[in-house]
């Protein structure tokens, strides 16, 4: 949702932005997250509401990286990826940075990635938004929160009032599921086992 809607939305209003959206892997990036965008901004209903404010660019029309006529720029990165130097965005969007299969070695190399090439990227005033499935103390969420100041939005899949980071306007009952027409009772079992 974030990292496919949320450049097509804010464009609408400052089609200038400058995106880039990061993964543990850049094919993966591209997939679920470049093309969809594409697609969506290329859509008949996007086109026919906000077309007339940007097009896409022909000269900057890859599957990693495209731009609008207005100035604005979506890139894809990943911590293997050379192609995060000499790009700066207004907003950085890192979506599952670690490989679930993550060894020690991975989880520093992520934590010096975004340290090094990566928050360098971020223009003054923009934004910084990671989204993670909880993997090890180690993983880049944890490194952060422990480092920095963090407004955090956890929704585990069953709901625990006492979790450290419960968010305050979550409605759901304790033990009430997130979302139980994708996971149900007896898939959560599963899933947790």
């Known amino acids: 949702t974030v990292a496919v809607n949320w450049p097509c939305w ?3 209003l400052k089609s200038w932005l400058r995106y880039m959206t990061c993964t543990y892997d850049m094919e993966m ?5 470049a093309l969809p965008s594409r697609v969506l901004l290329e859509s008949q209903w996007y086109q026919d509401r906000f077309g007339h404010i940007f097009q896409l660019r022909e000269d900057l029309n ?9 100035g604005g720029a979506r890139y894809c990165a990943a911590p293997n990826a050379k192609k995060v130097t000499g790009r700066h965005v207004n907003r950085l969007i890192i979506d599952d940075p670690n490989d ?3 060894s020690e070695a991975e989880f520093l190399s992520v934590q010096q990635w ?6 360098t990227r971020l223009l003054p005033g923009g934004a910084k938004v990671v989204i993670q ?3 090890d103390e180690r993983d880049l969420s944890g490194y952060l929160v422990e ?4 407004r955090v939005l956890c929704l585990p899949e069953r709901y625990d ?8 306007d979550d409605a759901r009952e304790p033990g009430e599921l997130l979302w139980p027409a994708r996971y149900d009772e007896a898939e959560h079992r599963r899933r947790k086992e």
Do not use: M
């Open 114 to 119: 975004h340290d090094g090439k990566l928050t």
């Open 161 to 168: 009032p006492k979790h450290p980071f419960v968010w305050p």
């Open 29 to 33: 990036q591209v997939e679920q997250g």
């Open 147 to 150: 480092r920095d100041e963090w």
């Open 133 to 135: 499935q909880r993997l």
């Open 10 to 12: 804010e464009w609408i």
């Open 62 to 70: 890859k599957r990693a990286a495209f731009a609008n006529t207005r």
């Open 100 to 102: 679930p299969e993550s």
